[in-house]
């Protein structure tokens, strides 16, 4: 019974905190925060991470049949998008709520990206590795994009 309301409570909270959460293309509440192109690099950033999740889950998928058929060059993709993917989704959401966390998780994110990029630019013929590749190269530049205007911005509040 005790289980059963600790559950219930969590499950509230985990809820209202979901509910209370900021989208991507929200503006923040307090003006006197918000500076000029500050939130469109935090929304072009999380577009572009979440893009890059769903890319890289799709060539993940596609390098495990590759690898099913029996090639095994595509184990390494395999596992660099599944990592990948991940980080770019984690990304995705500390960079839509403006977390505190933002600028680490996106110079992790960058590094991946540029990381899973020149592995899967390695098979040139195929078009599911040069979309994955593309929508990498695009996170990359996003994060950095979003790492460089975050630090001028917690340059001025020191």
Avoid: N, W
């Avoid at 909270?13 to 509910?19: H, S």
């Avoid at 999380?46 to 893009?51: D, L, M, P, S, T």
């Avoid at 390098?63 to 660099?80: I, R, Y």
């Avoid at 994060?143 to 917690?154: L, P, R, T």
């Amino acid at each position: 019974m005790l289980f059963r309301h600790l559950l219930t409570a969590a499950l509230a909270v985990t809820l209202a905190f979901v509910a209370g959460g900021v989208r991507a293309d929200e503006k923040p509440k307090d003006k006197e925060k918000a500076q000029p192109g500050h939130d469109e690099h935090f929304a072009a950033c999380a577009k572009a991470c979440a893009e890059c999740m769903r890319e890289c889950d799709s060539c993940a998928h596609h390098c495990a049949h590759m690898v099913a058929d029996g090639k095994k060059d595509h184990l390494k993709t395999l596992s660099t998008c599944l990592d990948c993917g991940d980080i770019c989704g984690t990304a995705a959401r500390v960079t839509s709520r403006h977390g505190a966390l933002a600028v680490p998780v996106c110079e992790g994110c960058a590094k991946s990206c540029d990381e899973c990029a020149a592995a899967c630019e390695k098979f040139p013929d195929d078009e599911h590795m040069k979309r994955c590749a593309r929508s990498c190269r695009d996170c990359s530049k996003a994060c950095k994009e979003m790492i460089m205007h975050a630090g001028h911005a917690d340059k001025g509040k020191e």
